[in-house]
């Protein structure tokens, strides 16, 4: 079997699996009910054309090609955030107690739509804690993935725009503490990984994977008082760049994140450095960070873009632990594959643990 043909079995297999999950029909009244909300009008949905998105996060995502009774067409994301719906190698390797499929939606509804960042337009959700039903509807944002972008400029972009966003909801800190599904990255939150991490290599590790995480674990006093430093924000939580959207057809360039189940309030660099995760040259992981500073920090000193840097360097190292942590055996997908180990070890050796 070649590869397009695979693709369009696996396609039509994922198709299969969402409409026995979620019937069209009923699909069809609820977005309808919801799109009456958000334009404020009574528009009917005569029809609703769905496929599998080549895109997916934990869970299955729908591209719908939706007719409006008024003539029109809406490209639209149906997200089903639903436990039952949870992908199985998801559900294998996600740590449960990350999971809340109220967060993406409360993200959505109460921050994004109401800061004019560029991101996903939002139009309603469902968030049924008896009916077990949470269901996410957004535009269709045009775009390629970051990853799959070489010039560096866009990736620059990509980090002012976050630097943006970091500064315009940093004043927010004490009001998003209120919103409990939100993921707080304090210091148990980074204690959880490298202690998960030291967990999994007791079971099954190399002599030089167990003496890296008797390292890390001897010397995270550090990292942790280092980040308990560094000013919170509301902070997307996964920007990587197969999160990050890239448009160049209209005026200026839109950057628009998606994949918001891991956001929260915390370091904003914890962003950053998963925008510059990866094999980057350091002067070209420089450029970038630099890009972030030059929105965030306008007014610091060079003296202050050094300690930025270095605050940047421990950001990394606390993420390349997370997902140490994340799930023994786990194989991430191929846009998130990197040797955290080797990362680890590295940022180890630079910082001085």
């Given amino acids: 079997m070649n590869r397009q043909v695979l693709r369009k079995y696996v396609m039509s297999q994922l198709l299969e699996i969402s409409e026995s999950t979620v019937n069209t029909e009923e699909l069809r009244c609820v977005l309808e009910q919801l799109l ?147 993921l707080n990255r304090d210091a148990n939150f980074f204690w959880t990984w490298i202690r998960r991490a030291e967990e999994f290599e007791r079971n099954d590790s190399s002599p030089q994977h167990r003496a890296l995480i008797k390292r890390l674990v001897s010397g995270f006093d550090k990292v942790i008082a280092k980040l308990n430093t560094l000013p919170a924000t509301f902070i997307h939580g996964e920007f990587y760049a197969s999160n990050v959207l890239i448009d160049e057809r209209g ?60 605050a940047l360097d421990y950001c990394r190292l606390a993420l390349a632990v997370q997902w140490l942590g994340w799930s023994p055996g786990w194989i991430p997908p191929v846009e998130h594959r990197h040797d955290w180990s080797k990362e680890a070890m590295q940022l180890a050796d630079k910082l001085g643990l």
């Fill in 36 to 182: 009456r909300q958000h334009f404020q009008s009574p528009v009917t949905v005569l029809s609703i054309e769905r496929t599998p998105s080549q895109y997916h996060s934990s869970f299955p995502i729908e591209e719908l090609k939706v007719t409006l009774d008024n003539g029109s067409h809406l490209n639209v994301i149906f997200k089903n955030l639903s436990d039952e719906a949870l992908l199985e190698n998801a559900r294998d390797a996600k740590p449960e107690f990350i999971r809340n499929p109220r967060r993406e939606i409360e993200v959505y509804e109460k921050l994004l739509s109401q800061k004019n960042l560029g991101t996903a337009i939002f139009y309603g959700a469902v968030a049924d804690d008896h009916a077990n039903r949470f269901w996410l509807f957004l535009e269709e944002a045009p775009g390629v993935e970051l990853y799959q972008v070489g010039d560096l400029s866009l990736w620059q972009e990509a980090a002012r725009w976050l630097g943006r966003m970091h500064g315009r909801l940093a004043d927010r800190t004490s009001d998003l503490e209120r919103y409990s599904h939100l």
């Fill in 251 to 310: 005026e200026g360039v839109r950057v628009c994140p998606v994949d918001w189940e891991m956001a929260g309030i915390g370091p904003g660099l914890i962003d950053l450095a998963a925008l510059v995760s990866g094999n980057w040259r350091e002067d070209e992981r420089s450029a970038i960070a630099k890009a972030y500073h030059s929105v965030a920090h306008p007014d610091e000193s060079p003296t202050n873009l050094e300690e930025f840097l270095t």
